[in-house]
């Protein structure tokens, strides 16, 4: 069997959007149409839901603060028809309030550097997170934040070592989600954040890629998630949603 590559996700006015499936796992890969990652769902048109809908997802995890959320002036107006048959969850990675954190990250987490701890901080709201995706019915199931990046990127990494995938193709997938995000900063008249040339990106996802390895190096996700109160009965259906081929 040959490695997969993750496969673009085309949904109209998704941004960067991608398939967890094809990333090679230890024992296969992950599965295609089970878990997509992406930024803020206020992008798509009512066209992009239709296709994603299409595509068999059914579930929507945003894992951004309640204050996020929200239409803004520049999103597409989408009609309540387009996401119908969509669940909708509200599963934060942090608490927006906390002083500590936002002085250590800013308002939003923007680097794998944050990753040990945020998790350390709210274990219970990630085992929320692997809960609801693994209570998910039949469906593929998108995560996203803001840009897709380093929220919604720890929570792919946790469900990515579950699997099986090893740090290397954990990193690679965080390195298309700073490609991503940061191309569609550069296709934006006013865009949120600064766009980085080519030169800035490449420095930004060596040091990313780093950060990221010596965060996965320690990383046990079963682990932290057994502690965090999540069963082994929720921590075997994670791993058939993200590993197991469809019956025949």
């Known amino acids: 069997m040959g490695n997969r590559p993750n496969r673009t996700v085309n949904w109209e006015g998704a941004a960067n959007a991608r398939d967890l499936g094809g990333i090679p796992a230890v024992s296969g890969y992950v599965q295609p149409g089970r878990v997509y990652r992406m930024g803020r769902s206020e992008w798509l048109t009512g066209r992009g839901w239709r296709q994603a809908h299409d595509a068999g997802v059914r579930t929507v995890v945003d ?20 996401v ?40 219970e709201k990630f085992a ?3 809960q609801a995706v693994a209570d998910t019915p039949p469906g593929g199931v998108v995560l996203h934040c803001s840009a897709g990046r ?16 090893p740090p290397e193709g954990i990193a690679a997938d965080y390195r298309a989600a700073l490609a991503g995000i940061n191309d569609w900063h ?11 040339d080519d030169a800035e990106l490449a420095g930004r996802a060596d040091a990313a890629e780093a950060e990221l390895l010596s965060f996965l190096r320690d990383l046990d996700a079963a682990a932290y998630l057994r502690s965090a109160g999540t069963g082994e009965e929720t921590l075997a259906r994670l791993r058939s949603r993200l590993l197991d081929s469809p019956s025949r």
Do not use: C, H, K
């Open 186 to 196: 550069r296709r934006q008249p006013q865009p949120r954040e600064r766009p980085l």
């Open 128 to 130: 929320a997170i692997a």
């Open 150 to 165: 380093d929220r919604t990127g720890l929570v792919a990494a946790l469900l990515l070592d579950l699997a099986g995938v």
């Open 63 to 82: 894992l951004r603060n309640a204050a996020e959320i929200g239409r803004r002036d520049t999103d597409p107006v989408v009609p309540p028809a387009a």
């Open 84 to 123: 119908r048959g969509m669940r909708f969850l509200n599963l934060p990675t942090q608490e927006p309030d906390d002083p500590d954190f936002t002085a250590l990250t800013g308002p939003y987490m923007s680097s794998p550097r944050f990753y040990e701890e945020n998790l350390r901080r709210w274990p």
